[in-house]
Antibody, heavy 122, light 107 residues
Framework: EVQLVESGGGLVKPGGSLTLSCAASGFTFSTYAMNWVRQAPGKGLEWVASISIDSDYKYYADSVSGRFTISRDNAKNSLFLQMNSLRVEDTAIYYCARLPGYGDHGRELDSWGQGTPLTVSS | EIVMTQSPATLSVSPGESATLSCRAS??????LAWYQHKPGQAPRLLIY???IRAPGTPPRFRGSASGTEFTLTITSLQSEDFAVYYCHQYNSWPQAFGPGTTVDLK
């Protein structure tokens, strides 16, 4: 069974940093590209970042470009999102999601985690 | 940047009825569109990809179709478990984008 389990969310002050993790199991992690998607309170889904299977390709939403860094460790079946210079508007539930294929092009997100909440507030 | 819109924002339906959800893209997507179902407190679930292909486990009452930049998700004979928010998602070009969602609730 495919499982994606996010962790690392919490309460952070504006300007602070935090790293989210996503532990994958039940599939060959190194053969799937991965995404982060978020949902702010009362809002819809927002794509955040994407990484190819070998980390050669990384894409970011304009709203997080230059502040967030997506990375992965295929040996540990893990995906990460390092978030710096956090803003109040980054408050959201953060989901990791799997997409078939290499990851230089977009694809459908065929499995999602339950999400981890992040609150940015003073 | 491709902009996605969805209508209506909310659709009130009785069990057993059909629901038609619309999604529009600002550019051609070359079939690179998916639909997701999202319930509160749960992970979003892929329903349809490549405009009209049902994901494994998606019941046949869910049907995706397209005409140019207009996309439709039709749910026939709505079941109680179908009340949720539905999002369309374009993955044709970066940045990927979701529509704002359509809430299907109980009439």
């Amino acid at each position: 069974e495919v499982q994606l389990v996010e962790s690392g969310g919490g309460l952070v002050k504006p300007g602070g940093s935090l790293t989210l993790s996503c532990a994958a199991s039940g599939f060959t992690f190194s053969t799937y590209a991965m995404n982060w998607v978020r949902q702010a309170p009362g809002k819809g889904l927002e794509w955040v970042a994407s990484i190819s299977i070998d980390s050669d390709y990384k894409y970011y939403a304009d709203s997080v470009s230059g502040r967030f860094t997506i990375s992965r460790d295929n040996a540990k079946n893990s995906l990460f999102l390092q978030m710096n210079s956090l803003r109040v508007e980054d408050t959201a539930i953060y989901y990791c999601a799997r997409l078939p294929g290499y990851g230089d092009h977009g694809r459908e997100l065929d499995s999602w985690g339950q999400g981890t909440p992040l609150t940015v507030s003073s | 940047e491709i902009v996605m819109t969805q209508s209506p924002a909310t659709l009130s339906v009785s069990p057993g009825e059909s629901a038609t959800l619309s999604c529009r893209a600002s550019q051609i997507l070359n079939t690179n569109l998916a639909w997701y179902q999202h319930k509160p407190g749960q992970a979003p679930r892929l329903l349809i990809y490549a405009e009209s292909i049902r994901a494994p486990g998606t019941p046949p009452r869910f049907r995706g179709s397209a005409s140019g930049t207009e996309f439709t998700l039709t749910i026939t004979s709505l079941q109680s478990e179908d009340f949720a928010v539905y999002y369309c998602h374009q993955y044709n070009s970066w940045p990927q984008a979701f529509g704002p969602g359509t809430t299907v609730d109980l009439k």
